[in-house]
């Protein structure tokens, strides 16, 4: 039977004109579309229905059929081997939420270097916080696990384009074209049949107005929801049942049947996708309950499809999961070990033979203290059992290795069955031959995590989102929670949702694995790591050994990040300009940065001035050099750039003070020549006869230390990953030792 129903999606209409939307006309074609989807995919889904009930506990024997054949006594019992290896397969998925501390890092556009680095962490921190939060997280993380590995696909959806939470979905309820290749972009339509309890559905259109709007059939909705109305509905008494239904009693949904509603994505045939909600049991002249035209921009945007591969032919209905995989092997083996129990059973049955249906009768076996008597109508008969042990241990062996051999795609079960002791290399290298055969599985996992953790970014860092929507509780607490760690709303809009990265953790989901990796830094990477590597690094085994909660409680990291290199450089160049050297502008350096660092020198030294205004001949001078080589970093930048305006701005306000200062510096200087002062230098104090040296030698300085300043920086730019300290006499030597340690290596390179 085809899947495709004549007259359902037409590409034309009957004036040979293309449908460029509102391709399903009504509930009732839709009801079509469902039935023929279903009836295509009946035998798998009585498949995917037998495997979850073999790993559910179902007997290998049909207790029915058992006794309409006469079969009584026999063993019938499921040992639990299925449902252990989907345990052992859900178990790394599950686990490694434990371990993460954020989802992922991410990024944002706004602010300045400096600012990003030290935002971009605390939103990532918060937005984790926010989805871990949500009630029905864990739960449909589970689900999701469950459907991923057993059948192998598994489905997120979100049911509007504003509401960042979602709904967990399997292949048993969401159906589609068969054929369809593994791509939720080629999919032309997808339905899923929801049962919908009468007040919630009512909660829809609580505000007619506002349904209205967003696309609801407000008469519809009632014509629905009274059609599921029981007995004790009273349905008599219309003004009653209406003052009910818009209260959403609990009552009336108590006594009520619950709404069959089917949900439909339809991909018009400009790439948009459109959503309709119809009554399950519609006629037809029956109207939508809900509809709206494009409103996903792309099939991607509302579905999040988890694939555990490709399968045979690349199509969704080609893939298989952990259930299927492990059928065949586990049946037999639990009618395997459900027959040795019956020959165990018989062997250990003592036989009596009776002479006469009399001696059965009059009981001849009678208990006598510790003993039993026999009368002499009954006999012991020895028979002899044939051995099944080796030709059913042997089978059984056999059938092990297969099911492990099929388990452990999916997870470790089969590395986990083994319990010889083994050193700690021995079992690392265990570890690394079981990670390497549940890695595709696991990185698949991940990547559509990744995808579906953009899309909930994405409208999580939307600006338009209101307190009011759904969901826009969490996103609200979510903005109040960074505003009070120090990053604005504008970082929030401004992220940059494609440069997301998921953090997919260590040790894939093992515990035992996370530990060896984590161990092995300490070893091998914890000495040569500055303090706050180590800190990261001690974080990281806290976490390996408990959680990532218990390990941030027990060593805490930073809220400030480790500064740049940029940032020490400058911090170090504004040492040397408060001397009165001269410092050159490379153009390989960041010049944001620079030209901020330089910025916040000047705003530190004009404190002093506001402090003690008689210090002008002091400060001035020193305030010069910084603001003259922060001009030459101010060429380097973007000038259409918002964050160059500020810096300009900055810059040419202490201009001005500079400026003036100095010229009255330089009028104080002439007036005193003039009247002959020739003592003058003599009586201004040390600090005030320095700071005026300072800036009448600046260029005979200058021909003295250029050689010098020009060596310590070009040392400083290639020393990219060292820590800076001001105070380190030495520190040119040590530039020089590192610039010639890090030019062998590249040369050898």
């Known amino acids: 039977m085809s899947d495709t129903p004549d007259g359902i999606l037409p590409v034309t209409n009957e004036n040979n004109q293309i449908i460029m939307e509102d391709r399903v006309k009504d509930p009732f074609s839709l009801k079509s579309i469902w039935g023929v989807l279903w009836d295509a995919d009946w035998l798998s889904s009585r498949n995917r229905s037998i495997y979850q009930a073999n790993i559910d506990g179902s007997p290998p024997y049909s207790d029915a059929k058992d ?125 899923t049949k929801r049962e919908i309890q009468p007040h919630k559905l009512m909660e829809k259109i609580r505000n007619r107005e506002e349904a209205k709007v967003m696309g609801w059939d407000c008469d519809e909705v009632e014509k629905v929801v009274k059609k599921a109305s029981s007995k004790s509905f009273p349905a008599d008494d219309p003004q009653k049942a209406q003052s009910m239904w818009k209260n959403n009693d609990l009552y009336a949904s108590s006594t009520s049947r619950t709404c069959s509603v089917l949900i439909a994505w339809i991909k018009e045939l400009d790439g948009s996708v459109s959503m309709a909600w119809g009554d399950f049991d519609a006629g037809e002249d029956s109207k939508w309950m809900y509809s709206n035209r494009s409103k996903f921009k792309s099939m991607s945007s509302s579905i999040h499809a988890y694939l555990y591969g490709v399968g045979t032919n690349g199509d969704f209905h080609s893939i298989r999961g952990n259930g299927q995989k492990v059928f065949a092997s586990t049946r037999a083996l639990e009618m395997l070990m459900n027959k040795a129990v019956d020959m165990g059973v018989h062997a250990s049955t003592p036989v009596i033979q009776a002479g006469s249906e009399d001696d059965i009768a009059e009981n001849a076996i009678r208990p006598f203290g510790p003993y039993a008597l026999i009368t002499s109508g009954m006999t012991f008969q020895e028979i002899k059992v044939p051995n099944f042990d080796q030709s059913l241990g042997s089978s059984i062996g056999m059938l092990q290795g297969v099911f492990q051999e099929q388990a452990s795609g999916f997870s470790k079960a089969g590395q986990a069955m083994d319990r010889t002791e083994r050193t700690k290399y021995e079992v690392q290298a265990r570890l690394e031959t079981a990670s390497n055969l549940s890695n595709g599985g696991f990185n698949l996992f991940f990547s559509a995590w990744k995808r579906h953790l953009m899309e909930v970014l994405r409208r999580v860092c939307r600006e338009d989102y209101q307190q009011c929507d759904p969901g826009g509780r969490e996103v609200f607490e979510f903005r109040r929670r960074c505003l009070a760690r120090g990053v604005p709303c504008e970082a929030i809009y401004a992220v940059d949702v494609g440069e997301f990265d998921v953090n997919m953790g260590i040790g894939k989901g093992s515990a035992a694995e996370r530990r060896i990796v984590a161990d092995a830094l300490k070893q091998q990477i914890y000495g040569a790591a500055d303090p706050e590597g180590k800190r990261i690094i001690d974080n990281m085994i806290a976490a390996a050994y408990t959680n990532a909660t218990t390990a941030k409680a027990i060593i805490p990291m930073n809220d400030d990040l480790r500064q740049p290199l940029d940032f020490q450089v400058a911090v170090l160049e504004n040492a040397m300009l408060d001397m009165g050297s001269t410092v050159p502008v490379l153009p390989s350096q960041d010049h944001y940065v620079h030209a901020q660092t330089h910025l916040d020198n000047i705003v530190e030294l004009s404190q002093q001035l506001t402090d003690d205004p008689n210090s002008m001949n002091q400060v001035i001078p020193i305030m010069n050099g910084p603001w003259m080589h922060g001009q030459e970093h101010l060429a380097y930048l973007d000038p259409q750039d918002e964050r160059t305006a500020q810096l300009r701005e900055g810059y040419q306000q202490f201009g001005e003070v500079i400026t003036n200062g100095m010229k009255h510096i330089a009028r104080e200087a002439e007036k005193a020549q003039a009247q002959g002062m020739q003592n003058q230098e003599a009586e201004i104090s040390g600090a005030e006869l320095s700071a005026y040296g300072q800036a009448v030698d600046a260029q005979a300085k200058l021909g003295m230390k250029q050689e010098e300043v020009q060596q310590k920086l070009v040392q400083s730019d290639q020393l990219h990953r060292q820590k800076l300290t001001q105070n380190d006499i030495a520190f040119a030597q040590k530039l020089r030792q590192a610039a010639l340690a890090s030019k062998v290596k590249s040369t050898k390179a």
């Open 67 to 191: 006794r309409l054949r006469g079969r009584f006594g026999r063993s019938n019992v499921n040992w639990n081997l299925a449902g252990q290896s989907q345990l052992s397969a859900e178990l790394p998925y599950n686990d490694i939420l434990d371990s993460l501390d954020v989802f992922g890092s991410v990024s944002t556009k706004y602010g300045l270097d400096q600012e990003r680095r030290i935002w971009n962490p605390i939103i990532s921190e918060e937005f984790t916080r926010m989805i871990k939060n949500w009630e029905d997280f864990y739960p449909l993380w589970q689900q999701n696990v469950h459907l991923f590995t057993m059948d192998g696909v598994s489905f997120c959806t979100h049911e509007d384009d504003i509401d960042w939470r979602w709904n967990v979905v399997g292949m048993q309820y969401l159906k589609f074209y068969r054929q369809t290749k593994a791509n939720v972009e080629e999919l032309d339509i997808v339905v």
